[in-house]
């Protein structure tokens, strides 16, 4: 889905391009259970709850300008199936249902957190957690290393034509670690 169809403030958002390879790398189902952490302007929670119809996505954010963001997409594209909660996560995931998806778009320095709540709630929950600060990929990487498991890991650049004069002028955009973690692929439970 294009950006510009999304309500957009100062928070940031995940651009079209790294969006649609992370729900990709989800493999939502129709009936699917999906935390999304860090939702942000809720672009993932909204493209995913549209795909999910059967299913609910839990949007949580910590900043009211997201959430009320998050609140303006929901009503615009008329999505039932999406609770936005103000909170700080792992504390705002207790008391949902077990997710069989969790998107993690930013953690708050409580990635190992997070990810411990949320696969005591189901062991074999798939997790995507789109990365662009080193210590978060440093942190992705003490969780698997404790585990013992593996992760897919792409790196996605995207560029974008800016017209300048006569001539359009490729801008890079902020190259982004899309990481896929599968319990069932590494040997069971978490």
């Known amino acids: 889905m294009n950006d510009n169809h999304f309500i957009r403030g100062s928070i940031p958002m995940t651009k079209s391009e790294v969006r649609a390879v992370s729900l990709s790398k989800l ?3 129709r009936d699917s259970i999906l935390y999304d952490v860090g ?19 839990y949007a949580v954010e910590q900043k009211e300008e997201g959430c009320r963001l998050a609140r303006q997409n929901q009503e615009k594209f008329g999505v039932e199936n999406l609770t936005v909660l103000e909170g ?6 207790e008391g949902l249902p077990a997710p069989d998806r ?6 708050g320095g409580k990635l190992a957190d997070i990810l411990n709540l949320a696969w005591k709630k189901n062991p074999l929950a798939r997790v995507v957690i789109n990365v662009i600060a080193l210590e978060t990929l440093a942190a992705v990487g003490e969780v698997l290393k404790s585990r013992r498991w593996e992760a897919e890991i792409v790196s996605v650049q995207v560029a974008r034509a800016k ?3 006569g001539y359009h002028l490729m801008q890079g955009q902020n190259p982004v670690y899309i990481i896929t973690i599968d319990p069932a692929e590494n040997g069971g439970e978490g």
């Open 27 to 29: 493999e939502l189902k």
């Open 39 to 57: 939702a942000g302007t809720g672009s993932v929670a909204i493209e995913a709850a549209l795909y999910a119809e059967k299913g609910h996505v």
């Open 88 to 93: 700080i996560a792992p504390q705002a995931l």
């Open 102 to 107: 969790v998107f993690i778009g930013g953690s």
């Open 163 to 165: 017209k300048m004069g």
